[in-house]
Each structure stands twice: as C-alpha cells, then as structure tokens.
C-alpha cells in the first residue's frame, strides 16, 4: 500500500512572517474532550485565548475580545465536531503579529466525507458573495431536526466572514491511499 500526500492550498499565507510574531500559544486537546457534557469547554479555551491575544490598553480591547472568543470558539467546535478518530489530537494555535494580525491555525484529522464537505464549501465562498452563500446555508438547514443540521457544515466559517469580516487561508493535507 502506497501513501502519497495531496496538498491544496486556498488563499495567501504570505502575511505569515516569523520576525513579526508578537506572541502565540497552543492548545492541544482531544474532540472526544469536548463533546456531550463538556462542550462549554471550548467556550473556556476560546475565552482564554481571547484574554491571552488581546491588549488592554487596547481602543476596543472589549470588542475585540468579543470578536476573538465568538471566532475561535467556533473553530475549536468545529474541530472537536469534525475531528476524526474522536480520541486523535488536535491542536489550536493562535499567532499574534506585531500589526494585530491574528492567525488561528487549526490541524486536525477528519473523514474523507468531511474534507470533501470543507473543500465544497470553500469553493462556495470563492465563488459566490458571501450573503448568498449564507442564505443558501441556512435554506438548506431549515425544517431540519438538531440530529440533521450537525451534518450541514459551513455555518460558522460563513458567519465569521460576514460578521466579522474575517478571512480565511486554507491548507488541505490529504492522505492518498
């Protein structure tokens, strides 16, 4: 059996300059850590995470806080609820550059299923405007049970970029076998 890797790239990962790292922290968890009973935990990491970025004396530092726990609380979700085996580690890591320029990095191991479901979606967003793209997700969601919208992925990377106007660089690792 022969393992070959395929790698896509989607976006520009060029803002990524070591000099520039102000500060970074990681958090390496199980999804398994976060499901049932202790899915408030990722609101906790994502509240620290916030804490830890932001600064102070900051104008808006509340806002920005805010703005910071809502996105990575979403991330940390995801890959909790889309990591695969649930026992496998996944790491979250946050870089903050000196010109406040965050970066949340997310690596993780997933289904087929849900790789082919992320790259979809990114093709959505890269052709479509962002509200359109929004509506039709919450079209497809409507009149679904809680069980069914847990597989209609897509939400929250959308909700990030049209509430928070924040951007997203993807790099897709897959395993060919």
Same mark, same amino acid.
């Given at each position: 059996m022969t393992n070959n890797t395929h790698t896509r790239t989607i976006g520009d990962f060029s803002v990524i300059n070591e000099q520039t790292i102000k500060t970074s922290c990681?958090?390496?968890?199980?999804?398994?850590?976060?499901?049932?009973k202790y899915w408030s935990r990722s609101g906790l990491v994502a509240d620290f995470f916030a804490e830890f970025c932001i600064q102070p004396d900051k104008e808006n530092a509340e806002s920005s806080k805010s703005s910071i726990a809502t996105n $990575?609380?979403?991330?940390?979700?995801?890959? #909790?609820?889309?990591?695969?085996?649930p026992h496998h580690y996944c790491e979250v890591t946050l870089v903050l550059y000196d010109n406040y320029h965050l970066i949340?990095?997310?690596?993780?191991?997933?289904?087929?299923?849900?790789?082919?479901?992320l790259l979809g979606l990114i093709d959505k967003i890269q052709a479509n405007p962002i509200k359109t793209v929004w509506k039709e997700l919450r079209k497809q969601r409507k009149g679904k049970t809680d069980e069914e919208k847990k597989t209609t992925s897509g939400?929250?990377? $959308?909700?990030?970029?049209?509430?928070?106007? #924040?951007?997203?660089?993807?790099?897709?690792?897959?395993?060919?076998?």
């Amino acid at each position: 059996m022969t393992n070959n890797t395929h790698t896509r790239t989607i976006g520009d990962f060029s803002v990524i300059n070591e000099q520039t790292i102000k500060t970074s922290c990681s958090f390496k968890f199980r999804p398994i850590d976060f499901h049932g009973k202790y899915w408030s935990r990722s609101g906790l990491v994502a509240d620290f995470f916030a804490e830890f970025c932001i600064q102070p004396d900051k104008e808006n530092a509340e806002s920005s806080k805010s703005s910071i726990a809502t996105n $990575v609380n979403e991330m940390i979700e995801n890959t #909790a609820k889309y990591g695969d085996p649930p026992h496998h580690y996944c790491e979250v890591t946050l870089v903050l550059y000196d010109n406040y320029h965050l970066i949340i990095e997310i690596n993780n191991d997933t289904s087929q299923e849900n790789v082919e479901s992320l790259l979809g979606l990114i093709d959505k967003i890269q052709a479509n405007p962002i509200k359109t793209v929004w509506k039709e997700l919450r079209k497809q969601r409507k009149g679904k049970t809680d069980e069914e919208k847990k597989t209609t992925s897509g939400i929250g990377i $959308v909700l990030a970029i049209k509430d928070y106007e #924040a951007s997203f660089d993807f790099c897709v690792d897959q395993e060919k076998r």
